[in-house]
T-cell receptor
């Protein structure tokens, strides 16, 4: 099955700084790359996704970059705000039924 | 519109009892997923339903776990003879199709004493 690794496991930044979380996967058949944000006590929510025919996608302060050759994709958050504090998960998808989520990155934005 | 709902929100049971968890997906979503999330951990895939196809049960940890879905609507996850290690939050998600955004419910927190 897919082996998914996320780094770092925890990340603390000052408000206004940038944050980068990297997701490495093993299955070269992966062709859909979403990032989910989970706030305390809630279910995960999609914040951005990318498909394998593009290398980068941006939505306001959030961006995702994809390197299919190296089999990794990254989440970039600029001008971080306290409400960005949450756990972030990647979930590379091959189109097969079973999904493997990364182990999560806990982001703490210090005001 | 209404999102994914799950019930109960919390369930406390005694070891050895059976429990049934319910998920109401977003109307029209053909795909439905169940996940388990232990405290401070990531999401562990359990089972996936897609339309009328046979469900993918490859993530179910033991034969004590089973799930059903009625057409493209409600799903129930049943855990028989619960064990303490079953304590976790059980999350349900639905999506309009494969490889698209999954919409998660708030989860059911199961505690087995």
């Amino acid at each position: 099955g897919e082996n998914v690794e996320q780094h770092p496991s925890t990340l603390s930044v000052q408000e206004g700084d940038s944050a980068v979380i990297k997701c490495t996967y093993s299955d070269s058949a992966s062709n859909y790359f979403p990032w989910y944000k989970q706030e305390l006590g809630k279910g995960p929510q999609l914040i951005i996704d990318i498909r394998s025919n593009v290398g980068e996608k941006k939505d306001q302060r959030i961006a995702v970059t994809l390197n299919k050759t190296a089999k990794h994709f990254s989440l970039h958050i600029t001008e971080t705000q306290p409400e960005d504090s949450a756990v972030y998960f990647c979930a590379p998808d091959t189109g097969r039924r079973a999904l493997t989520f990364g182990s999560g990155t806990r982001l703490q934005v210090q005001p | 519109g209404a999102g994914v709902s799950q019930s109960p929100s919390n369930k406390v049971t005694e070891k050895g009892k059976d429990v049934e968890l319910r998920c109401d997906p977003i109307s029209g979503h053909t795909a439905l997923y169940w996940y388990r999330q232990r405290l401070g951990q990531g999401l562990e895939f359990l089972i996936y339903f897609q339309g009328n196809s046979a469900p993918d049960k490859s993530g179910l940890p033991s034969d004590r776990f089973s799930a059903e879905r009625t057409g493209e609507s409600v799903s129930t996850l049943t855990i028989q003879r619960t064990q303490q290690e079953d304590s976790a939050v059980y999350l349900c998600a639905s999506s309009p199709q494969a490889q698209s955004e999954q919409f998660f419910g708030p989860g059911t927190r199961l505690t087995v004493l």
